[in-house]
């Protein structure tokens, strides 16, 4: 039999000539339902689906420790002093303080999680209290054991969540938390745990809450269910999935890739790569969740025919690797949804942080350019692993060697990384650059890719919110360059930028890291339209193929773009893609041993690359390259028929009898250039070899000086 708390008068009080409305009210469970007590969900104080309207408080010690920042896992920000601290904190220590949360709905209560204050500074968390519940926020009606007020226990830190579960559920509306006792001062942040009983009252503006029509595996999933979901997708649609891992944990846990493409295996000649990656933080499970129902999702879609699925599967080679930090997540999965702090989970079992733990390419870039060694000396692309990184004690996680050797095996041209405990896209660079902006040289197309994904969200632009934890940094658009938010060095965007092809950006994809499991449906339709829109970006822009005349395609040929200091270089097969914004570029294709091609592409507002191949020529450099070599890269002395050496060494004879104006061996191959008829003669060194060039039609007929004190002229005389 169940315990009554609150009881209410039938027909009750009326206030405003109305009914008054009915008092909150314990409900009775049987018998099975106390052995299994009732699991209610959030009701979205973290994620921030209840507003911070819906949050009220006696009384607030100043702005920055109001009501609104009383919520479960709310962070400080830099400065704890300023609007955004990390916790409500009544303004003295009074037991008379409570703080309220509207639901603006009739709601099962089941129970409440606490914390502490989120401060480097102050040791602040609440360690008792009452419950009381109301239907209008005037007549409230404490919990009770039957007998007296009931004294719920909290916190022993001021980080790790505590579950507080009624023994029986409580129907109302509003439900209000009054401290008894604390450690130091009076602070809190909380969750409300609550089931829905009634729609939210018409009189407020109805939260856009939506049940998939997607026939779906709407779950969390363990590691060992994660691989059997792979492998049931993979059965399901053989033709066009692989399953395939980049390496191992440090815990020896397989970091499992699925791949979607008409022809899985192999690299197709022309078709770009894609990747979308989750979990770097096991904590933030979100992503991990969305990419399995990707996976699902696609391969049905295929299955019945989604002419838009079809054409993304069979033009894109599509990687997803939805937990590239398996070990912090079975470290999160094990605390739970909600009781899991802001931290646990996410470093990988050694301890790092697997998005800064790539090399800082950005800075050495920066140094060089200061230095004006850039292209000439040091490459604005392709930026080379320093090789401090790569020693066996570098500082270096397993997991983020098997992310390097993976993007370097793959031609990937676009990806995202998706993370959590931020709604928002950010995009390159990390690493804030010293006194200057920082700005990639693909600015613009960064810009516009994040845009993708945060405009066909269905929540992501809505930033009359705010930012989850401070002010929002992304101009009311949803995106922002990461150094300007939040900077940091060796983050796997400027990385991938730097060293390879691939354009990556960060999808923050919620300000709950760990949202539970009825929360998955509604996200899935909040993200469904950006995840497909995102990788049709991979389709924008300019590609091709680069060939020799014979038709053989070459790989680590240079395409660059004029007006944008950043190159990239084509694949195995000759094949490359270049995202650019809409518009016409100059664009040119260079290899070693050939002459470039130079030639303007056109990229269109629709969705479709560009065709723009090239076919190069061969270059003579490579063969003097080869000559030098072969002489052991000395200078080669022309000899020149009907010309000998004296006794003392001179050379005599000469082509046109003026005197030593043409003595052999005197142009050099290197710093200038001579000509003589169609040809010029390019000298270096000392002034031993020559080795004639093509010369441009209407060149001048000078002769040039060379090291020595030899001369001559040539042109409309053809002396020599």
Known sequence: MGFSFGVGLAGGPTWGGCRAPPAPHSVSLSPEELEEPLKCPPIGLESHRIDDDQILA???????????????????????????????????????????????????????????????????FVTSFYVGFSNDSQNWVMYTNGYEE??????????????????????????????????GSLCLRLEVLGCPLSTISSYYTQQNEVTSTDNLDFRHHTYKDMRQLMKVVNEECPTIT???????????????AMEISDNPGEHETGEPEFRYTAGLHGNEVLGRELLLLLMQFLCKEYQDGNPRVRSLVTETRIHLVPSLNPDGYELAREAGSELGNWALGHWTEEGYDLFENFPDLASALWAAEERKLVPHKFPNHHVPIPEHYLAEDATVAVETRAVMAWMDKNPFVLGANLQGGEKLVSYPFDTARPASEMPTPDHAIFRWLAISYASAHLTMTETFRGGCHTQDMTNAMGIVQGAKWHPRAGSMNDFSYLHTNCLELSIYLGCDKFPHESELQQEWENNKESLLTFMEQVHRGIKGLVTDQQGEPIANATIVVGGINHNIKTASGGDYWRILNPGEYRVSARAEGYNPSVKTCNVFYDIGATQCNFVLSRSNWKRIREIMAMNGNRPIRRIVPGRIRDSRGRWRGSRG???????????????????????????????????????????????????????????GGGRV
């Open 150 to 183: 009931m004294m719920f226990y909290g916190n022993v830190d001021k980080d790790t969540p505590v579950l507080t579960e009624f023994p029986e559920p409580m129907v109302a509306r509003y439900i209000r938390i009054y401290p008894q006792t604390w450690n």
């Open 58 to 124: 006696s009384s607030m010690l100043r702005h920055g420790l109001g009501a609104q920042r009383g919520r479960l896992n709310m962070q400080a920000g830099t400065n704890e002093d300023d609007f955004f601290d990390g916790a409500w904190c009544a303004e003295d220590d009074s037991r008379a303080h409570w703080i309220e949360v509207d639901t603006r709905r009739t709601t099962k209560f089941t129970g409440v999680i606490t914390q502490g204050r989120d401060s480097q500074i102050h040791e602040d």
């Open 242 to 256: 692989r399953i395939y891992n980049i390496g191992k944990s440090s815990r020896g846990l397989k970091i499992y």
């Open 657 to 715: 009898g003026h005197g030593d104006a043409g003595r052999a061996g005197a142009p050099l191959l290197g710093g200038g250039a001579e000509r003589v008829g169609g040809s010029a003669w390019r000298r270096e060194g000392s002034g031993e070899t020559s080795v004639p060039l093509p010369v441009p039609k209407g060149a001048p007929g000078k002769l040039g000086r060379d090291s020595g004190s030899e001369r001559g002229t040539l042109g």
